[in-house]
């Protein structure tokens, strides 16, 4: 079956410049999470949804960033003002509903952000 | 395992031999503990993870042990492959969270033929 896609794949964007990042989650998956990994790091969480709602949004940098998931499925990160240390890799993952615990992320191949 | 550097740590095997990754958490509040393959260009691939409440899980050609007591996790593979080669990461549900995943640096696993 489809998995999370990602896209655009990469983007190259000018320091102070907006752009945004599309996620499509796995179909009936209800919670979507936002990661950003850093060359040769792992992914660091930025913010989770359950929903339509942004349930904790605690790893998100700055408020330059912003994400909305306006019908519960899929996801769009806006990044305004780019600046050069916002260049990684952004992924997205989506996990099914569970009733208690942890569940499975399944990610995305995410989109390769490069600000020159 | 961990690397307190910007370098990522390595591990070189031949075709065949058996794999060990290790792993440092850091939250002893966490209870659920995934390992994920990332290949180069792709996002992670789920390998097996582990409840705290137990300290062994198999799965196909991995094992995946939880030492809660020195906070440390390793993943075995065995019979290890080239198509095995990548980054291994490890994760922790951040004290206990049931969505927030805190991610190690990464391993990154070489097989030679």
């Known amino acids: 079956g489809a998995g999370v896609s990602q896209t655009p794949s990469n983007k190259v964007t000018e320091k102070g410049k907006y752009v945004e990042l599309r996620c499509d989650p796995i179909?009936?998956?209800?919670?979507l999470y936002w990661y950003r990994q850093s060359l040769g790091q792992g992914p660091e969480f930025l913010i989770y949804?359950?929903?339509?709602?942004?349930?904790?949004d605690s790893g998100l940098p700055n408020d330059r960033f912003f994400a909305v998931r306006p019908e519960g499925s899929v996801s769009t990160l806006k990044i305004q003002r780019t600046e050069r240390g916002d260049s990684a890799v952004y992924l997205c993952?989506?996990?099914?509903?569970?009733?208690?615990?942890?569940?499975?992320?399944?990610f995305g191949p995410g989109t390769r952000l490069t600000v020159l | 395992g961990e690397s307190v550097g910007l370098h990522l740590p390595t591990l070189s095997v031949q075709e065949g031999d058996n794999s060990i990754i290790n792993c440092a958490y850091s939250?002893?509040?966490?209870?659920?503990f995934i390992w994920y393959k990332q290949e180069s260009g792709k996002g992670p691939q789920f390998i097996i993870d582990?409840?705290?409440?137990?300290d062994k899980r198999q799965g196909q050609r991995v094992t995946v042990l939880l030492n809660k007591t020195v906070k440390h996790l390793s993943l075995q593979i065995a019979a290890t492959q080239p198509g095995d080669s990548a980054v291994y990461f490890c994760?922790?549900?951040?004290?206990?969270?049931?969505?927030?995943?805190?991610f190690g640096k990464g391993t990154l696993l070489t097989v030679n033929p």
């Open positions: 993952a989506s996990s099914p509903p569970g009733t208690s615990g942890s569940q499975e992320q399944f």
């Open positions: 179909s009936g998956h209800t919670a």
């Open positions: 949804f359950q929903g339509t709602g942004a349930a904790d």
């Open positions: 939250n002893s509040a966490s209870d659920y």
């Open positions: 582990i409840r705290s409440n137990m």
């Open positions: 994760a922790e549900n951040s004290g206990g969270s049931n969505y927030k995943l805190t």
